[in-house]
């Protein structure tokens, strides 16, 4: 009787252990979700600061899940799509919500159709890297803007107003060129630089950790400017990415193209 209550204890171990591990990427992306429920629910309540920060923990959440996932080697169809319909929530539905509470719904049809835009623009997006994922060649660069960054975009720009108390009726054509430039980017085919060659366990030279705390003190110094700076960059990269190759496109010489 104790050897089969023993056996039995045993035999529970590992289920409790793979369902603890599946568990923890998953945790974070429920973080996120939540992150950008909350970004809606203050955003109508009026307090556009909380809901910008909100989006940005949300952006770090959405990426730790991922990362948690390899390491943990606890990837899962389930996790993929669970993570899928909280980048909508987060990145589509809350900054088209948030930018639409803070600037935009005073401008009628208008308004609200740029905020369409971007959600549209979002979903899309999603949509096409879900379907593209096994197709990829090139991991280095995304097609399109991706959405955590479009969010970025948003909330940055609505923190920035907010601290410098600048009303969002003030900036709101501003704001409606914002919402349409962040989706149509990202259901464009511009590149951008993803990242994911960089290989965190493999050891790096002094200056990239001098790099990396000179950015965090200047991040630190004035966060809503210093970050709706960067994504305003990153956004703006593809369109020089397209521009360089367009500029740097091989032309045939007149010799080879007389040639027969």
């Known amino acids: 009787m104790l050897e089969f209550h023993h056996r039995k204890t045993e035999s529970k171990r590992p289920r409790m252990r793979d369902r603890g591990i599946y568990l923890l990427p998953n945790l974070f992306t429920t973080g996120a979700?939540?992150?950008?429920?909350?970004?809606?629910?203050?955003?109508?309540?009026?307090?556009?600061?909380?809901?910008?920060?909100?989006?940005?923990i949300a952006m770090v959440?959405?990426?730790?899940?991922?990362?948690?996932?390899?390491?943990?080697?606890?990837?899962?169809?389930?996790?993929?799509?669970?993570?899928?319909?909280?980048?909508m929530v987060s990145?589509?539905?809350?900054?088209?919500?948030?930018?639409?509470?803070?600037?935009?719904?005073?401008?009628?049809?208008?308004?609200?159709?740029?905020?369409?835009?971007?959600?549209?623009?979002?979903?899309?997006?999603?949509?096409?890297?879900?379907?593209?994922?096994?197709?990829?060649?090139?991991?280095?660069?995304?097609q399109g803007l991706p959405s955590p960054s479009a969010a970025a975009l948003i909330a940055g720009f609505v923190w920035v107003m907010v601290e410098n108390g600048v009303p969002g009726q003030d900036v709101r054509w501003l704001a409606t060129a914002l919402a349409l430039f962040g989706g149509l980017s990202m259901v464009s085919n511009f590149r951008y630089y993803s990242g994911k060659e960089i290989n965190l366990r493999k050891s790096v030279?002094?200056?990239?950790?001098?790099?990396?705390?000179?950015?965090?003190v200047l991040v630190s110094t004035s966060p809503p400017e210093v970050l709706f700076g960067v994504f305003v960059l990153y956004g703006l990269s593809g369109y020089g990415d397209a521009l360089w190759k367009l500029l740097h496109r091989k032309k045939p010489s007149p010799l080879q193209g007389g040639e027969k």
């Open 33 to 56: 979700l939540f992150a950008g429920f909350y970004a809606v629910v203050q955003a109508m309540n009026g307090r556009f600061e909380h809901a910008a920060v909100a989006i940005f």
């Open 91 to 142: 990145f589509g539905v809350a900054p088209a919500l948030v930018i639409y509470e803070f600037a935009l719904q005073g401008m009628g049809k208008l308004g609200w159709i740029a905020a369409f835009v971007y959600c549209a623009g979002a979903a899309l997006r999603l949509a096409r890297f879900n379907t593209q994922l096994d197709t990829v060649t090139d991991k280095r660069f995304f």
């Open 61 to 87: 959440l959405d990426g730790l899940d991922g990362r948690v996932a390899r390491m943990t080697h606890t990837q899962s169809a389930f996790g993929a799509e669970y993570d899928s319909l909280s980048d």
């Open 205 to 216: 030279p002094f200056f990239a950790i001098l790099l990396i705390v000179l950015a965090f």
